[in-house]
């Protein structure tokens, strides 16, 4: 099993940086990869980035490419997403998740989630 805390969110206004941090216990952190996503109110939950187990492998959504980073600690068994110069499209609930399977852009691939962070964007 895999034990799944975000954090970092909170209240930003447009242009603003923030970055998320998604903290992993239980089953050794290297063994699997890790994403992010996000659902915003009346909308479908929607892939972020993703980050294979080394991080030799880091995955976006286009729409989001150049804006967020993925990152992620091993030593620490925590990823990160930095999200810089923020827009009020990007107020969501913003989920990590881990994935043994592949297939990163479908969540229905991942195994364990987080219970989320509020993420809102004023204009």
């Known amino acids: 099993q895999v034990q799944l805390v975000e954090s970092g969110g909170g209240l930003v206004q447009a242009g603003d940086s923030l970055r998320l941090s998604c903290a992993a216990s239980g089953r050794t952190f290297t063994t699997y990869s890790m994403g992010w996503f996000r659902q915003a109110p009346g909308k479908e939950r929607e892939f972020v980035a993703a980050i294979s187990w080394n991080a030799g492998t880091k995955t976006y959504a286009d729409s989001l490419k150049g804006r967020f980073t993925i990152s992620r600690d091993n030593a620490k068994n925590t990823v990160y997403l930095q999200m810089n110069s923020l827009d009020p499209e990007d107020t969501a609930v913003y989920y990590c998740?881990?994935?043994?399977?592949?297939?990163?852009?479908?969540?229905?691939?991942?195994?364990?989630w987080g219970q989320g962070t509020q993420v809102t964007v004023s204009s």
């Open positions: 998740a881990s994935n043994t399977r592949g297939r990163l852009l479908d969540d229905s691939t991942y195994d364990y």
